[in-house]
């Protein structure tokens, strides 16, 4: 374009626009990376984060807590540990007691699948993990059912130790089902609350009628 080479640009025009950009202070948690941190740290920011989810589970309302930054560590112990203490039992065989740990694992684990996919079926809007993590927490209760009840059978059997398992299972029952109740009953549509309620109902049930039920070899 040779017209183009005796055209001036005057200096007084104004340049619209900017060309720089603009840097801000950053937090220190922005320019914090994990990848950078120790790994004592990282454990025990997870540790804390899971004790937290502990406590709302104990003091069961109506809370985002364990869905807003859910986690499968805490329903995992949960589910090892009470597996392991109900394995042992006279309804083992002669073997080391693996498939009744392995049948608590599983139906836990499987019954928790049915619950959450039964959730999303019916309109939840809760993410699958959300759910599991929720109904794995609240196993907690049932958690500590068992350890007293084990405790009680040290004691000796009988009707009088019968009658305490059976209250305290029954209690931590009803802390568990509510516990989740009050996490999940937000994220169903208002007239399919009680499809979703029974279920868990169902679930947890079994899992104390296998405390209640169980004797040590």
């Not at 060309?19 to 320019?31: A, H, K, R």
């Not at 003091?59 to 930054?69: E, F, V």
């Not at 684990?109 to 959300?130: M, P, R």
């Not at 794995?136 to 009840?149: I, N, S």
């Amino acid at each position: 374009f040779p017209g183009l080479a005796d055209v001036s640009i005057s200096q007084d025009i104004p340049v619209e626009g900017e060309i720089t950009v603009p840097v801000g202070s950053q937090s220190p948690d922005e320019d914090y990376s994990t990848l950078d941190e120790p790994v004592k740290d990282t454990i025990m920011r997870d540790l804390k984060a899971v004790g937290k989810k502990f406590v709302h589970v104990m003091y069961p309302r109506k809370s985002s807590a364990l869905l807003r930054d859910w986690d499968l560590w805490g329903p995992l112990v949960l589910c090892v540990s009470l597996a392991l203490m109900l394995q042992g039992g006279s309804a083992d065989s002669k073997d080391d007691g693996g498939p009744q740990f392995a049948e608590v694992f599983v139906i836990i684990w499987f019954g928790a699948v049915v619950i959450t996919l039964n959730s999303k079926l019916l309109g939840g809007t809760i993410s699958f993990f959300q759910s599991l993590c929720v109904l794995g927490y609240c196993v907690m209760p049932l958690t500590v059912a068992m350890l007293v009840c084990r405790l009680v059978l040290l004691a000796g059997g009988g009707t009088v130790s019968f009658i305490i398992r059976l209250i305290v299972v029954g209690a931590m029952f009803g802390w568990s089902t509510l516990a989740s109740t009050a996490f999940l009953a937000d994220s169903q549509p208002p007239n399919r609350k009680a499809l979703v309620v029974y279920p868990i109902f169902l679930f947890y049930f079994v899992i104390s009628w296998m405390i209640l039920t169980f004797t040590p070899q």
